[in-house]
Antibody, heavy 125, light 110 residues
């Protein structure tokens, strides 16, 4: 069955970097794109960006507010996606999710059909 | 921050019906499709509607979706206490490789 398993919770100091992993299984990794989403305390879901592992040089697209301090990568040898966020601030405290950009046989569009369990990242001095 | 607009909360009694609206700009017009997610705090978000109005396998037919122009609606009939959750609309624009969500609607079953 399809699974996305994320790395464990982290505590970071302001100005530091975080790197969350999302190990996938149960489907051909290169065939499906991955998105990253975060949820800050008391807030809604926020789309952070997209990565397509189809090619050896993955394509990415980041939400404008994260441009310059975010990087999404993949490792096709381990079927794992990574989210790196640099220059952390206290308002980066959130649960970070990876999700698969999926489609059904009767689909015309895409949806986020499988999700990781979430990784809590706390930024505090 | 949210690219789509939802009411912050809705409520209804068990057995009743509720609708949650999702409005946006060009991101959900035309060929882009809306999906809906149920998120119980502390759990993983779950896809309940895709392609505006289709249900994944295992999702009860009490959940329905529709879209007209730049607005979409999630309907839930026969409300149960287990339906209490935050509900988010979402969309994906393949031409832009860009996605977004509504701000979420908290459903309370009184």
């Amino acid at each position: 069955q399809v699974q996305l398993v994320q790395s464990g919770a982290e505590v970071k100091r302001p100005g530091a970097s975080m790197k969350v992993s999302c190990k996938t299984s149960g489907y051909p990794f290169r065939t499906y794109d991955i998105i990253w989403v975060r949820q800050a305390p008391g807030q809604g879901l926020e789309w952070m960006g997209w990565i397509s592992p189809y090619n050896d040089n993955p394509s990415t697209k980041y939400a404008q507010r994260f441009q310059g301090r975010v990087a999404m990568t993949t490792d096709t040898s381990t079927n794992t996606a990574y989210l790196e966020l640099r220059s952390l601030r206290s308002d980066d405290t959130a649960v970070y999710y990876c999700a698969r950009l999926g489609f059904y046989l009767d689909s015309n569009g895409y949806s986020f059909d499988f999700w990781g369990q979430g990784t809590l990242v706390t930024v505090s001095s | 921050q949210s690219v789509l607009t939802q009411p912050p909360s809705v409520s209804a009694a068990p057995g009743q019906k509720v609708t949650i609206t999702c409005s946006g700009n060009s991101l959900i017009s035309g060929k882009n499709y809306v999906s809906w997610y149920q998120h119980v705090p502390g759990r993983v978000p779950r896809l309940i509607i895709y392609d505006n109005d289709k249900r994944p396998s295992g999702i009860a037919d009490r959940f329905s979706g529709s879209k007209s122009g730049t607005s979409a609606t999630l309907g839930i009939t026969g409300l149960q206490t287990g339906d209490e959750a935050d509900y988010y609309c979402g969309t994906w624009d393949s031409s832009l490789s860009f996605g977004g969500f509504g701000g979420g609607t908290k459903l309370t079953v009184l």
